[in-house]
């Protein structure tokens, strides 16, 4: 991801994430509300 960001950095919009293993899903509830307030900047 970190290589999308830095040679497209307007172009990452949306990243999806298919088959993510189950440990994936805790650690996306402790993350989803730090990027919203980081996209409301």
């Not at 919009?13 to 307030?37: C, E, H, M, N, T």
Request: hydrophobic share 50%; aromatic share 22%; glycine share 2%.
């Amino acid at each position: 991801i970190d290589v999308f960001y830095y040679y497209y950095p307007r172009r990452l919009g949306q990243v999806l994430f298919v088959d993510a293993p189950v440990v994936f899903q805790p650690i996306w509830q402790l993350v989803k509300p730090l990027l919203r307030s980081y996209a409301s900047l």
